[in-house]
């Protein structure tokens, strides 16, 4: 009876709130754990809609967005050649989360190689709400503190905007989480900006977006062993599609057919080389 009332509760708060509202956060975060001096920071926004919320790098979606329009257009055409050269890719954060309420259901969207994955969340953010009080920005906010994808975090939240909701995987407390940082205070989430948007814009799963492969759908252990299967092996997705009969091929500066092992050798070196410089993760719990 106790989740069926705190679902009816998520539901009447954010209908007559927040629909289609977004909370854009800063997010500054660590990927060397060997360099903490050494941060980076994106601008991630949480759309806020009566089905459900979506977080996603600002950056990411709109290079994405040209680059569709881009690839659209080309492909339109009678020539099937598509130059993209001249595009540049902005963002660093690649990921989509999207909850579902009012039971706050998580699905993480990723890609590992050329694959994109749909992660069904079953962790839990056990909360413990504590009496500290803060000014954070313009907000009057409550600490909160939980243990969750192998870090400590703590939450300052308001009650000022009734939502149970907060940036990347995070839910559950009695208003929108102003500010997360975990214990290192190498992942800190920061609200920056509120504002509505269009009332007809409308939700949109993630996963029904248009794609020229399938989603591979997993739940969280299974994707941890195939996150570290491609940690261990950046190229195993490729040779996979290989031995299908699948081809690729590239070409240097020249114009000139490059060797394709050379260049199985020099992707798998230099992602490894990133995959070691990238060991502070967020969820530090796919590492262990």
């Known amino acids: 009876?106790?989740?069926?009332?705190?679902?009816?509760?998520?539901?009447?708060?954010?209908?007559?709130?927040?629909?289609?509202?977004?909370?854009?956060?800063?997010?500054?975060?660590?990927?060397?754990s060997a360099e903490k001096d050494k941060s980076e920071t994106e601008?991630?926004?949480?759309?806020?809609?009566?089905?459900?919320?979506?977080?996603?790098?600002?950056?990411?979606?709109?290079?994405?967005?040209?680059?569709?329009?881009?690839?659209?257009?080309?492909?339109?055409?009678?020539?099937?050649?598509?130059?993209?050269?001249?595009?540049?890719?902005?963002?660093?954060?690649r990921y989509q989360v999207e909850k579902n309420y009012p039971d706050y259901s998580v699905n993480f969207f990723t890609n590992l190689g050329s694959i994109e994955y749909m992660i069904q969340e079953s962790r839990n953010q056990?909360?413990?709400?504590?009496?500290?009080?803060?000014?954070?920005?313009e907000f009057n906010t409550q600490k909160a503190t939980c243990d969750y994808v192998g870090r400590i975090w703590t939450a300052w939240f308001t009650t000022d905007i009734p939502i149970q909701d907060g940036p990347h995987k995070f839910h559950g407390l009695p208003g929108l989480i102003v500010k997360l940082e975990d214990k290192t205070k190498s992942?800190?989430?920061?609200?920056?900006?509120?504002?509505?948007?269009?009332?007809?814009?409308?939700?949109?799963?993630?996963?029904?977006?248009?794609?020229?492969?399938?989603?591979?759908?997993?739940?969280?252990?299974?994707?941890?062993?195939?996150?570290?299967?491609?940690?261990?092996?950046?190229?195993?997705?490729?040779?996979?599609?290989?031995?299908e009969g699948g081809k690729f091929e590239m070409k240097d500066a020249s114009g000139k057919i490059m060797d394709s092992n050379q260049i199985m050798k020099d992707r798998e070196k230099k992602q490894k080389e990133t995959n070691k410089r990238n060991n502070n993760v967020l969820e530090l719990d796919l590492l262990k």
């Not at 329009?69 to 339109?76: D, L, T, V």
């Open 187 to 243: 992942h800190i989430f920061e609200l920056k900006g509120v504002r509505k948007f269009d009332d007809k814009e409308e939700w949109k799963s993630f996963k029904d977006k248009e794609r020229y492969e399938p989603l591979i759908i997993l739940n969280d252990k299974k994707y941890k062993k195939t996150y570290l299967d491609n940690r261990a092996d950046p190229n195993k997705g490729l040779r996979n599609l290989l031995a």
């Open 126 to 137: 056990n909360w413990k709400i504590l009496p500290e009080k803060e000014k954070v920005g």
């Open 1 to 32: 009876m106790k989740k069926i009332f705190v679902g009816m509760m998520a539901i009447l708060s954010i209908a007559t709130y927040a629909q289609n509202q977004r909370f854009s956060y800063e997010y500054k975060f660590v990927r060397d």
């Open 43 to 93: 601008i991630m926004l949480l759309n806020v809609f009566s089905k459900g919320s979506q977080f996603y790098s600002k950056d990411v979606f709109e290079s994405d967005s040209i680059l569709n329009a881009e690839f659209k257009k080309q492909s339109g055409g009678l020539d099937h050649h598509i130059d993209l050269s001249k595009f540049k890719s902005k963002g660093k954060v």
